[in-house]
């Protein structure tokens, strides 16, 4: 039986080496607009490489995940970051490992939002899809279009498949 990876709640100092934490809690602003809104400036850098390389904006529509579920594949992107900022307040899971030329299966981290938290993964960093399991969920996904691979995909062999288990948050 796979083993169960532990779920850390989400902070900007544990999820340094994989990205950033895009949140309003605890960043400084500045008011604009004529003192009707703040702006929480340059939160994550879009990285982008490779020729022709532009930031896109898209949507997307992620469904319930079932639990317990299987790390069976990761996935990185070599020539570009890539940020999820939720547009609902529900608490969503990031599974993420440091970039190399495969990921390092016995280091992966999982962490849980809380429900207002986006992140951005740094060029390269190994990620799975994100993980919905409270609820079916819409996101911004700030990425790079261009020509090139920028998704490489690793299937994780079954018996270093570990199991992810939101009522096990640590």
């Known amino acids: ?12 100092a544990e999820f340094s080496p994989f990205g950033d934490v895009v949140e309003f809690e605890g960043q400084d602003s ?4 004529k003192g009707m809104a703040d702006r929480y400036h340059a939160l994550a850098d879009i990285e982008l490489g490779g020729e022709q390389a532009r930031a896109i904006i898209s949507l997307v529509d992620s469904r319930k995940f079932d639990m317990p579920r299987k790390i069976d594949h990761l996935e990185y992107h070599p020539l570009g970051s890539q940020a999820f900022l939720p547009l609902d307040s529900s608490p969503f ?3 993420v490992g440091v970039a190399g030329s495969e990921p390092d299966l016995q280091n992966l981290r999982a962490f849980v939002t809380n429900g207002k938290q986006g992140i951005n993964y740094h060029l390269g960093t190994w990620h799975h899809v994100l993980l919905t399991p409270y609820a079916a969920m819409r996101f911004i996904c700030v990425d790079r279009s261009g020509p090139g691979d920028n998704c490489i995909d690793f299937f994780i062999p079954e018996a270093d498949q570990r199991l992810l288990n939101p ?3 640590g």
């Open 1 to 12: 039986m796979a083993e169960f990876m532990e779920i850390r709640p989400l902070t900007s």
């Open 93 to 95: 899971i990031v599974v």
């Open 167 to 169: 009522s096990l948050i």
């Open 30 to 33: 500045f008011p604009i607009n």
